[in-house]
């Protein structure tokens, strides 16, 4: 059985401009440290076209490099985390056993529980942030903690990625953000001169 906490963090607004960096992921990856000391950390990028995911950042480049990829999309992780948009679990060595074919590997680590978060670009999942570690096992409420963090990166990133003119916040008229959890979206920012983020309910 898959253990989840059901919901993604969504970027509705993204577009290609808006791509994490190498540094940005690195970033995010300081930020969670916490959360995977001694572990694993790895972000997975969604490559619908070719039916697989390739590893767009990750904590240790030796035993799982950048660039490598997986043909998973048609497994039971894909259709919760990836086609579902739904977080991942696995509270147990079993549950490794069935979401990872690479259990092994990752055990050798000395990983025996993971968090996986999937994020949105639109209506699709385009990335996965991953996080594996031993020891106490991963909990919902701490999914929760993460996504928080993360959120808040996302809002860093796009402010980050913005045109800065004195004081001013400057983009295009369009240029709208908006940075969500789950099917509930918690902030926009407007990137319009002046406008102040607020917060709405979901269209």
């Known amino acids: 059985m898959l253990n989840s906490d059901d919901g993604a963090l969504r970027i509705p607004g993204a577009t290609s401009r808006h791509e994490p960096a190498d540094a940005d992921w690195s970033r995010l990856a300081e930020l969670l440290t ?3 000391a001694g572990g694993l950390f790895t972000i997975l990028q969604v490559d619908r076209a070719r039916g697989l995911v390739r590893r767009a950042y990750t904590s240790e480049p030796v035993a799982y490099p950048t660039g490598g990829t997986k043909q998973l999309m048609g497994t039971q992780w894909a259709k919760q985390v990836i086609h579902e948009g739904r977080c991942f679990i696995a509270s147990t060595l079993v549950e ?3 979401a990872f074919a690479d259990h092994r590997a990752l055990l050798d680590l000395g990983c025996t529980t993971a968090l996986n978060i999937p994020m949105r670009r639109g209506s699709e999942v385009a990335w996965t942030v991953n996080m594996l ?4 096992v991963y909990t919902i409420s701490e999914s929760h903690l993460v996504k928080a963090i993360i959120k808040g990166w996302i809002g860093d990133l796009f402010l980050t990625q913005s045109e800065f003119s004195g004081r001013s916040c400057m983009a295009k ?5 908006a940075v969500a ?3 509930e979206i918690a ?3 407007n990137m319009n001169r002046g ?3 607020r917060s709405v309910s979901r269209d």
């Not at 008229?173 to 953000?177: E, H, L, Q």
């Open 34 to 36: 916490t959360y995977y």
């Open 96 to 98: 490794m056993e069935g």
């Open 133 to 136: 570690r031993g020891g106490a």
């Open 173 to 177: 008229a369009d240029d709208k953000v």
């Open 181 to 183: 959890v789950g099917d």
């Open 187 to 189: 902030t926009i920012f």
């Open 195 to 197: 406008e102040q983020p």
